[in-house]
């Protein structure tokens, strides 16, 4: 393409700087236009560009700068006029220049990235004070403030937007409803009983779910309540926010207003090109209707952005439409849809149906006549197999024998995920940045040698992250298809993998940080390491001597957590978690916490894993918290390390009329086994008494069910940003064999996995998958189980509360104190009450 300079630069003007106009301003920047263009960007908002599709975090603690796309003088710097609060307001085509207030601008080209408004329904009293939207950074900060004054918000709308929305209400301490015109939430992306369990996951937490309610009219609410929405048959209900999130429209007014081609529902009209009728015009984003479509996705903008650019400087590429598949995580609730998931695109398509009605998971899978080609799929409620999905579909690669395999429960026998492989070179890897498995290849080609090479090249996951784990494992696979050693070092300071370096610690008794650097290091002995290997050294450390992490040998390789036992909040206080073993806890021990988080003001929160979390402790209350609870016979409960956090367990057969085994005993076994076991991330279990699955255990690392002969094993499961089933490892176990399979399994994964890997991942990285760790584990294929339990007794031998150590040793407290030469409390921090309880304020 041609980025020649000229002697007089063209004048090139943006409207709009959301995301799609500032990835077409990287674009200019990043491949040399500048030379040609001269550029102004035009934004109505105040702020510059920022990330819209985190914009809920806006009132989780984040704030303009954290979401804002670049650093504050990138566009100065870059040779980039920026104009924020000025918006255009007329566009001259005859004289080829932009009206705004404080003047008129001359342009050559023009590129509109207008983007979206959200559409408010007409209905009477929709103006009222207190009836907002839901679309930019000034629209929360005007729902945050009327929810100081509030106690209830309703959202209308109950589509991707709408949910983001009622997310946002909850997050703001409100009593929230979704008002639905539709049948069923997300109509677009879910079928009737993908909607229905929508509803019943959302509802469990707290959000009201109102359906088929077309909204008449908004008049004063009667008693406290500030609205009182009346529906089509006169049902009321009454809230004091009302919040419209019910779909967006393209803002196309100037396009309108200066005669460029309009879509019969609105939209600039563009070609292949992003060109409008006026060959000087162009659009991107939500403003632009390519085929009679809109994309209201942001990977689809920034197609288009690439389009515009490649037009701008003489080149080829062009927009052909996007994939609207979506993988979402709404109010916590996963949603996937890809291609026509709703199967009403493809006559003669076929479709296989998964719902558990215990777990809440809901799969549909749309198939070609012939069973060979996936054209859609539905989630809900488990989006572990979505990535796996979108690259059959989108590659069109050939179904399995039993297509429905690929939905049901993999310990049913599902197929195997697609490795790196057999992805075809045309395969999506990064949406955002549309970055395929080819480009990858070729990138590597042109002398890439890394991850790091790879994704400068082609910025594949910079966007939205969630291709990482997918291109790591594509850049890894090409380069040693190619002949190329993959560095696998932990960092720049060891050329070892953890596994590597753990297996040097243990064999040579290496008990020190500086010891092992020195021996084993790529730098000098006074080298004091990384953030990556001082941590990583510390739990391998951990783990094989189970010495106190407080020790002075250990100290300087602890983040902060570590370092004062305690997880730190975002206002600098931290965080106080005594173990409860299985939830089970005395009336004596919780009078005791009730005391202790009155006496320091702390907030009390009961946890998803059955235990009793205490926030806004201070730095130097630390040590008199925990001596209080250590007398009171709780121990640390490791919610600040990479070990053994919780069992969680249901009430099993000592209460359940269903339970057949005692869970709750087995649960505060288990829990004090392997409490204080370091590991290279988190651990889970969970332990059910009956199949019901009450205890949620085939979500955890480790997993046990209750059977008549004994407990059924589950392994390699977890929640969180990527759920994933745990997988079925052994059955009918008695006690004994329980324990010894899991202290095989557990040490396993301390020696073998690499740092940060929970142990689904781990096992999915696993040569020979989950047959391969059975014959480890169950078969002893490596002749290793006695050393692996032997290394467990040893663990749980010497076990010592580190809290209990540190309140017992003079020099250990000292660091227990905000300032090293003040003994003054922290004036920064302050608090707020809500609820009855204090908060960060």
């Not at 209830?152 to 946002?168: P, Q, S």
């Not at 739990?539 to 957590?561: M, V």
Request: proline share 4%; hydrophobic share 35%; charged share 25%.
């Amino acid at each position: 393409m041609s980025t020649q300079k000229l002697a007089t630069p063209e004048q090139l003007i943006i409207i709009g700087n959301g995301m799609v106009g500032h990835h077409l301003v990287e674009q200019l920047v990043d491949n040399g236009a500048l030379e040609r263009y001269q550029v102004t960007v035009f934004g109505e908002e105040r702020h510059r560009a920022y990330d819209r599709v985190h914009l809920s975090e806006y009132f989780s603690g984040r704030d303009a700068d954290s979401l804002a796309l670049c650093e504050a003088d990138y566009y100065a710097t870059s040779g980039v006029e920026l104009r924020t609060s000025e918006a255009v307001i007329e566009i001259d085509r005859n004289s080829q220049e932009v009206v705004t207030e404080q003047g008129r601008y001359p342009y050559d080209r023009l590129v509109l990235a207008t983007g979206s408004f959200p559409f408010v329904p007409p209905i009477p009293g929709n103006d009222r004070d207190g009836c907002l939207v839901y679309r930019t950074l000034d629209d929360l900060d005007a729902i945050q403030a009327a929810a100081e004054n509030a106690t209830t918000g309703v959202v209308v709308g109950g589509g991707l937007l709408g949910l983001e929305a009622a997310n946002a209400l909850r997050g703001l301490n409100l009593d929230t409803a979704v008002v639905e015109f539709a049948s069923r939430l997300m109509p677009m992306q879910v079928d009737n009983e993908g909607g229905e369990l929508l509803r019943e996951k959302i509802a469990a937490l707290g959000v009201q779910v109102l359906t088929e309610r077309a909204t008449q009219r908004i008049e004063d609410g009667e008693a406290t309540s500030r609205h009182r929405m009346v529906f089509q048959d006169d049902k009321v209900l009454e809230t004091d926010l009302i919040v419209f999130s019910a779909g967006i429209r393209p803002r196309d007014q100037l396009a309108r207003d200066c005669g460029l081609e309009i879509g019969e529902r609105g939209g600039v009209v563009v070609d292949n090109q992003c060109l409008t009728s006026d060959p000087a015009i162009l659009a991107i984003g939500e403003v632009a209707l390519w085929n009679q479509s809109i994309f209201g996705l942001v990977a689809p903008g920034y197609q288009m952005a690439k389009a515009a650019f490649s037009t701008l400087t003489g080149g080829d590429t062009q927009f052909g439409g996007a994939d609207m598949s979506t993988k979402l995580k709404l109010l916590g609730v996963d949603v996937g849809s890809i291609g026509d998931a709703h199967g009403n695109q493809n006559p003669g398509a076929r479709m296989f149906r998964y719902l558990d009605p215990i777990k809440q998971e809901y799969r549909k899978l749309v198939v070609s006549s012939d069973g060979k080609k996936l054209l859609g799929a539905m989630l809900v409620g488990n989006n572990s197999v979505y990535d796996t999905l979108l690259q059959y579909y989108a590659n069109g690669i050939e179904l399995p024998d039993e297509p429905a395999s690929l939905i049901l429960p993999q310990s049913s026998g599902a197929a195997p995920t697609l490795g790196p492989g057999a992805l075809p070179e045309t395969a999506s890897i990064c949406s955002c940045h549309n970055v395929t498995k080819g480009d990858i290849c070729a990138t590597i080609d042109a002398g890439a040698v890394d991850l790091g090479g790879v994704k400068a090249a082609t910025k594949a996951s910079t966007g939205c992250g969630g291709c990482t784990a997918l291109l790591k494992s594509v850049v890894d696979h090409e380069l040693e298809a190619r002949g190329v050693e993959v560095d696998k070092s932990i960092c720049e300071h060891f050329t070892h993998t953890r596994q590597e370096l753990y297996d040097i610690v243990r064999v040579e008794g290496i008990k020190t940080f500086s010891e092992l650097i020195a021996k084993h290091g790529n730098q000098d002995t006074h080298c004091l390491g990384c953030d990556i290997c001082k941590p990583a050294v510390a739990s391998i450390l951990a783990s094989c001597f189970n010495e106190p992490i407080t020790d002075a040998a250990h100290i300087p390789l602890q983040d902060t957590n570590d370092t004062f036992m305690a997880n730190m909040q975002k206002n600098g206080t931290y965080s106080v978690v005594p173990r409860v073993a299985g939830g089970e806890i005395t009336p004596d021990k919780l009078i005791v916490l009730g005391e202790v988080a009155k006496k320091y003001s702390l907030y009390s929160k009961v946890t998803g894993g059955q235990r009793i979390d205490l926030f806004g402790a201070r730095l130097e209350d630390l040590p008199d918290i925990w001596g209080e609870l250590i007398a009171a016979g709780f121990e640390t409960g490791h919610a600040y390390g990479k070990s053994l956090r919780t069992v969680k367990s249901c009430v099993g057969s000592t209460w359940c009329r269903y339970g057949v085994q005692d869970s709750v005993g087995m649960a505060i076994q288990l829990e004090n086994r392997y409490k204080g076991l370091r590991s290279p991330h988190k651990i889970k279990f969970g332990v059910s008494g009956c199949t019901r699955e009450c205890a949620e255990a085939q979500s955890k690392d480790i997993g046990i069910i209750a059977t008549e002969n004994g407990w059924n094993l589950y392994v390699c499961g977890n929640g969180g940003m990527r759920p994933r089933h745990a997988e079925l490892f052994a059955t009918d176990l008695d006690d004994e064999q329980l324990y010894r399979t899991i202290d095989r399994f557990l040490m396993f994964y301390v020696r073998t996995a690499d740092r940060l890997q929970r142990t689904s991942v781990w096992r999915e990285n696993l040569d020979g998958g989950l047959e391969y760790l059975k014959e480890v584990i169950l078969e002893d294929s490596l002749g290793i189980n006695d050393e692996l339990e032997r290394q467990m007794q040893s663990v749980v031998d010497t076990y010592q509360c580190e809290w209990a150590d540190a309140i017992n040793d003079p020099e250990k407290l000292k660091r227990f104190r905000s300032f090293v030469n003040d003994d003054r409390p922290d004036p920064s921090i302050i608090m707020t009450s809500e609820r009855g309880q204090l908060r960060p304020a």
